[in-house]
């Protein structure tokens, strides 16, 4: 059996983290969801259309919002009683945060950023997975009866199939210490529109684009192409943008049908969280720009004077 840690955001069902339990049942007939905390019951019917049977639900009064070590330590308790071969999440940051604690408790290896996964005998099991932002990749093999593996996300295209959805519910034992870190409040604007992991256009703004004003016409032109704005790692450390718009290795890894790429060079850690996406188009000053070597297509000038052209005709045309 493989245990998937599915992760939801007080009800709403991530989209990335499906992708493991896609993963998992192509290698398992017997594939079994953990939730945490009770908000995850709206989740349900989703993940069912996922092919989950059976999904466990931790629910403790403390579980109000996302607590990793807690999360962890319910996980831990399906371990004891479950004894499943692998433990299987995707890479988000929270995937990964709460498939770290489970490796640092039961002190054991975990395998990050997975491609594909080969059990094997006698507690080796083989791993396929990216190294250096995905410029090349590893097979390795994990040393330990329980395979920790965390998937790359966009890695496994999330698959539908129809689950029964069969939920039981577990409080899990937990002291004060496990929820010493979780999500106490919320500040700040409401989040508006569609979010960078489920947008299938984002146009993305970095240095090239002057400073924060220069995210104005990003803006309009994400609307009117009814996307997300995205943003390189140099435009957050600025403070022009806030990391939750940030794509890339430190960020939110996207697969969008159409990434517009607005005055990013295109370094290593941005392009790890953009290269899946289906079409690029690049719009940089320098025609020698690594991001030019993923673009599928190149628009060389200041995109601080094209933007707005592009605006104006992408307006046009819709009218």
């Known amino acids: 059996m493989i245990l998937v840690l599915v992760d939801h955001d007080r009800g709403v069902l991530d989209a990335t983290s499906v992708q493991a339990l896609t993963a998992a049942r192509a290698l398992d007939s017997d594939v079994e969801v953990l939730l945490v905390g009770a908000a995850g019951r709206d989740a349900v019917a989703e993940l069912a259309t996922y092919g989950a049977d059976t999904i466990h639900l931790a629910v403790h009064d403390t579980l109000t919002d996302y607590a990793p070590l807690a999360s962890a330590k319910a996980a831990l308790e399906l371990v004891s009683s479950r004894s499943p071969r692998g433990i299987f999440t995707t890479g988000t940051p929270r995937g990964n945060e709460v498939l770290a604690h489970i490796a640092a408790i039961l002190d054991a290896p975990m395998a990050a950023e997975v491609l594909s996964v080969t059990f094997g005998d006698a507690g080796v099991h083989e791993v396929v997975r990216n190294r250096w932002g995905g410029n090349l990749t590893e097979t390795a093999r994990v040393h330990n009866d329980l395979l920790l593996a965390a998937f790359a996300p966009h890695a496994i295209r999330a698959?539908?199939?129809t689950g029964?959805?069969?939920v039981t519910e577990f409080t899990p034992n937990l002291d004060a210490a496990d929820t010493a870190v979780r999500v106490?409040?919320?500040?700040?604007?409401?989040?508006?529109?569609?979010?960078?992991?489920?947008?299938?256009?984002i146009v993305s703004g970095g240095r090239g684009v002057g400073g924060p004003e220069g995210f104005?016409?990003?803006?309009?032109?994400?609307?009117l192409l009814s996307g997300a704005v995205g943003c390189s790692r140099v435009v957050t450390s600025n403070g022009w943008r806030p990391h939750s718009e940030q794509v890339g290795q430190t960020g939110t890894k996207v697969a969008p049908d159409?990434?517009?790429?607005?005055?990013?060079?295109g370094a290593t850690q941005h392009i790890a969280g953009c290269r899946t996406s289906k079409t690029i188009i690049a719009i940089n000053t320098d025609?020698?720009?690594p991001i030019m070597g993923y673009a599928h297509y190149a628009v060389i000038g200041d995109a601080q004077t094209i933007l707005p052209?592009?605006?104006?005709?992408?307006r046009a045309a819709k009218e």
């Not at 106490?184 to 256009?201: F, N, P």
């Not at 104005?216 to 609307?223: H, K, N, S, Y």
Request: aromatic residues 2%.
């Open 258 to 265: 159409l990434y517009i790429a607005c005055g990013i060079s």
């Open 184 to 201: 106490i409040d919320r500040t700040g604007g409401a989040a508006t529109g569609v979010g960078l992991a489920e947008a299938r256009v």
């Open 309 to 314: 052209e592009l605006v104006a005709a992408t």
């Open 216 to 223: 104005d016409v990003i803006e309009q032109l994400a609307d």
């Open 164 to 166: 029964a959805g069969n």
């Open 287 to 289: 025609k020698d720009a």
């Open 159 to 161: 698959e539908n199939a």
